[in-house]
């Protein structure tokens, strides 16, 4: 058996490396899209378009706008002369904010009175302009109290320690700078796995029936059970590789940290691959050709990808929508790969996603190899 076995997985290495496009595709575009898709995947929001029409041209309303032409998140690029000119600008994609300050906004605040500005979100992207909505009211928060601060500072200032002040004082766990990349980095290192280990199986052996190699293979002396191992065991070799390999490239590139044990890591990565082998091997049995096998692998990993919550909360999706998530194995592996890189998490808390990604993984594998049986006979 070994030695079939192993003359089995000296086929498949040979032919896998011997192309110097294939030997470039298994570990060269990973490593682009990991650097890519690290950079390009943020909720985080800088230098928003922004112009401004300033009907009052006072002191104050010029003060006001220097605290967002000063702030990072935004990008002041025009001062306004008419109010047909924001519709104009918005209308275009040339802006994203619009802040409005109405004539009389210095002589209201002079008389301890509300003073209005008004702000044109273009919301076509809702997320981007809920954070900016938050920004600017964050800013316009902070002109009003300092504002009013000296206000009384000048007229009496003995009546500013009589004033209660609340202060919210932020602690945040694990990501205490709030970047948005260390969040997103380890659900690239999941995806990247998926989408890789589950089209080069299921391409593996499809590419076998179709060239008509299969049927010559299965006439040797090799058993089925043989083959399928020779056929999954270099591809979970080289996803292990490819899943250290994009791992190391975000880690130290993007300094994502890393407060967990390699080890719990490691056990995670395994199961995660023994699920994706499984699903290649499943889509490799009903496909005919290469294209049945692609098209076939983006009808699973699409929906794997949304409902693993790399991108969108599942806690936000329709209660019948997030028991379907349940279904999908990069859910889980996401829970370990968060788990382990931001909060150092180990088996005490993380075996009910590795027993459930054990269980899919046997599961998968165990209908895979029944149903490639089953193609055969």
């Known amino acids: 058996m070994f030695a079939r076995l192993k003359q089995m997985l000296i086929k498949e290495f040979i032919q896998t490396f011997r192309d110097k496009r294939t030997r470039f595709v298994l570990f060269g575009p990973p490593i682009i899209q990991m650097l890519v898709f690290g950079y390009a995947a943020t909720f985080e929001i800088h230098h928003v378009p922004t112009v401004v029409l300033d009907l009052d041209h006072s002191q104050e309303s010029r003060e006001l706008v220097s605290r967002f032409s000063s702030s990072p998140y935004f990008d002041v690029q025009h001062q306004l002369t008419d109010q047909r000119q924001i519709f104009d600008r918005i209308d275009r994609g040339q802006a994203t904010i619009a802040i409005q300050i109405r004539a009389g906004f210095a002589q209201n605040l002079h008389k301890g009175q509300t003073a209005p500005v008004q702000v044109i979100v273009d919301a076509t992207n809702s997320n981007t302009a809920l954070i900016a909505l938050g920004y600017v009211n964050q800013i316009a928060v902070a002109y009003a ?3 009013q601060q000296e206000r009384i500072g000048r007229t009496a200032p003995q009546l500013l320690s009589l004033f209660p002040e609340v202060q919210l ?8 700078d709030l970047k948005s990349r260390w969040f997103f980095v380890p659900g690239v290192i999941g995806s990247l796995t998926l989408v890789l280990v589950t089209v080069l199986t299921a391409f593996a052996v499809v590419r076998e029936r179709e060239i008509g190699t299969l049927e010559q293979i299965m006439v040797t002396p090799i058993r089925p059970s043989e ?3 020779g056929k999954t065991l270099p591809f979970f070799l080289i996803g292990l590789l490819d899943v ?3 791992a190391t490239v975000g880690t130290f590139w993007f300094q994502v940290p890393f407060r967990g ?6 056990t995670g990565a395994v199961l995660f691959l023994l699920c994706m082998l499984g699903v290649g091997l499943l889509i490799s049995t009903v496909s005919s050709t290469q294209q049945q096998a692609m098209v076939t692998s983006f009808f699973f990993i699409m929906p794997a990808i949304t409902f693993s919550g790399f991108g969108f909360p599942i806690s936000t999706m329709p209660q019948w929508l997030q028991y379907l998530t349940y279904l999908s194995p990069l859910r889980y592996f996401l829970v370990v790969l968060r788990g382990t890189y931001l909060k150092g998490i180990g088996f005490d808390i993380l075996w009910p996603q590795m027993l ?13 190899v029944f149903r490639f049986h089953k193609a055969l006979d």
């Open 145 to 147: 109290r300092q504002y």
């Open 169 to 176: 004082e932020q602690r945040p766990w694990y990501n205490e």
């Open 227 to 229: 083959f399928i191992l």
């Open 244 to 246: 250290s390999l994009i």
């Open 261 to 266: 044990n390699i080890f719990v890591l490691l």
């Open 356 to 368: 459930a990604m054990f269980l899919f993984g046997a599961g998968l594998l165990a209908l895979a």
